[in-house]
């Protein structure tokens, strides 16, 4: 089949293109904006998808598209769906969710599990390079234990404890009070009262804000935050795992808290998700040209 192979990575913030030939050179790329409908409204979505798309394009005809894309299931959505035509009616598309490209983008195995954590978390098992089975991603009020969001918490837990306490404060809760912009006065009271304020004040989700700080100090209570977070992410995947590589994927497991759940999976083998259009790309190709289709070589 003649013609490019086109991934897609869609997400909340950004909305990434990526062509490749059969021999699997780069023949473009494209980026614009969030394209995520749930969160940035579907016409807006759409219209950022058109532009990224058309600049990996440039012209070129389409083989085989796959986008992955998070918020996928509001295309069930008629009315969602139909901003999107002008874009699907131009690539006819396979729409796969995000979980799907992570695991691509990572090994060329069609089976395996597929573990992430960003400011969620979730693992999901893949059979023939589809997602047929997921653990946890219940969201910031039910779950996404070991997550931005949930390490997050756990380190302003952790400061209104010391707080509290009157004692002296450790180098963790000092980096929150600092990152939430409270400086430590002579009564504790203070600070306590502002940051509960604050962190009710604003949309739960910013409480991933402060998850860079816990792998970066050196304290006891970050150690067993990080600990904590790593065994539920591990336990996640080994709920959903058969058989195959374990990918992870996320910002989360990019730190020591990644480190740490490798350990845990000892004797498995345990691979890092790459950028999502390679994985999408990885997959349109298979589409395009066949089983023996080359993966990106990005």
Not at 171 to 189: C, F, I, N, Q, S
Not at 192 to 208: C, H, K, M, Y
Request: charged letters at 15%.
């Amino acid at each position: 089949m003649t013609g490019v192979a086109l991934g897609v990575d869609i997400g909340g913030s950004t909305t990434r293109a990526l062509a490749v030939d059969a021999t699997g050179a780069v023949v473009g790329r494209g980026v614009a904006g969030g394209g995520n409908p749930n969160t940035n409204g579907p016409a807006a979505a759409a219209g950022q998808l058109l532009t990224a798309v058309n600049a990996a394009l440039s012209g070129s005809e389409v083989a085989a598209c796959v986008i992955g894309m998070a918020g996928s299931s509001a295309l069930l959505d008629p009315a969602v769906a139909a901003e999107f035509d002008v874009v699907f009616d131009l690539l006819h598309p396979r729409v796969v969710t995000d979980a799907e490209v992570a695991f691509a983008s990572g090994t060329s195995s069609a089976v395996g599990t597929v573990l992430i954590s960003g400011t969620g978390s979730i693992a999901g098992r893949i059979t023939g390079r589809e997602l047929v089975a997921t653990y946890g991603g219940f969201g910031w009020l039910l779950g996404d234990e070991g997550s931005a969001f949930w390490i997050g918490r756990e380190a302003v837990r952790f400061t209104l404890y010391a707080l509290q306490s009157g004692k002296p404060l450790s180098p963790l809760a000092e980096a929150v009070l600092a990152a939430a912009g409270l400086p430590l006065t002579g009564d504790p009271r203070i600070p306590f009262g502002r940051l509960i304020r604050q962190v009710n004040r604003e949309e739960p989700i910013r409480l991933a804000r402060f998850a860079p700080l816990v792998p970066s100090v050196d304290d006891p209570a970050a150690q067993d935050i990080v600990s904590r977070a790593a065994g539920a992410l591990a336990s996640q995947a080994l709920a959903v795992h058969d058989s195959g590589p374990v990918v992870l994927a996320g910002a989360v497991l990019q730190t020591v808290v990644g480190a740490r759940v490798r350990e845990l999976l000892l004797g498995h083998e345990v691979v890092d998700a790459k950028d999502g259009t390679v994985g999408a790309a990885w997959l349109a190709s298979l589409d395009a040209f066949g089983n023996n289709a080359v993966r990106p070589q990005v």
